[in-house]
């Protein structure tokens, strides 16, 4: 069964960093594009960012808001996508989602406040 | 980037009844590229239908997408008790994929 489930969520100060982790069950996360997408409390959702297949390049794309601060990565060994995120702010505030074409995981919260 | 506006912001309708939900897109989606979502609370999004009108593994055919270059619908043709949510339509033709602000569908 496919699966991915989102961790790493937290309190945290802002201007601090974070890493969420997306663990895949299920498919080799190499084979397949992975993104992550924002909710901000009382909002909708927002493209953070995609890592392509291998098989695309492992090519990676942001959007504006985060570009320069935050890094998609994956780590095959252990089947795994990261979110590194640097100079958090408190619009970064949410549920974070990482998702596989068709399947989403649960969400990771991360509050970033004083 | 490329602006998706959903309408109406909220809909209330009963169970039975037909749900017609709209996406308006600001410029073109390539080749329709064009999802809809469904949104429970402390759900994950369930992806409902993909490439305009395709619907997705095990999505009820009560479920249907049209459309086609910047106007695409979501129709719900009798509405059970389950699907009041929010739902969400998502372009990924053109970079950045970009949502849709959402429609909540509610009793």
């Known amino acids: 069964e496919v699966q991915v489930v989102e961790s790493g969520g937290t309190l945290i100060q802002p201007g601090r960093s974070l890493r969420l982790s997306c663990t895949a069950s299920g498919f080799p996360i190499g084979d397949y594009a992975v993104t992550w997408v924002h909710q901000a409390p009382g909002k909708g959702l927002k493209f953070v960012c995609l890592?392509?297949?291998?098989?695309?390049?492992?090519?990676?794309e942001y959007a504006a808001s985060v570009r320069g601060r935050f890094t998609i990565s994956r780590d095959e060994s252990v089947n795994i996508a990261y979110l590194q995120m640097n100079s958090l702010k408190t619009e970064d505030t949410g549920v974070y989602y990482c998702?596989?074409?068709?399947?989403w995981g649960r969400g990771t919260l991360v509050t970033v406040s004083s | 980037e490329i602006v998706l506006t959903q309408s109406p912001g909220t809909l209330s309708l009963s169970p039975g009844e037909r749900a017609t939900l709209s996406c308006r897109a600001s410029q073109v989606v390539s080749n329709n590229y064009l999802a809809w979502y469904q949104h429970q609370p402390g759900q994950p999004p369930r992806l409902l239908v993909y490439g305009a009108s395709t619907r997705a593994t095990g999505i009820p055919d009560r479920f249907s997408g049209s459309g086609s270059g910047t106007d695409f619908t979501l129709t719900i043709s009798r509405l059970e008790p389950e699907d009041f949510a929010v739902y969400y339509c998502q372009q990924y033709g053109n970079s950045p994929q970009t949502f849709g602000q959402g429609t909540k569908v509610e009793i």
């Open positions: 998702n596989r074409w068709g399947h």
């Open positions: 890592i392509t297949s291998k098989a695309d390049g492992g090519t990676t």
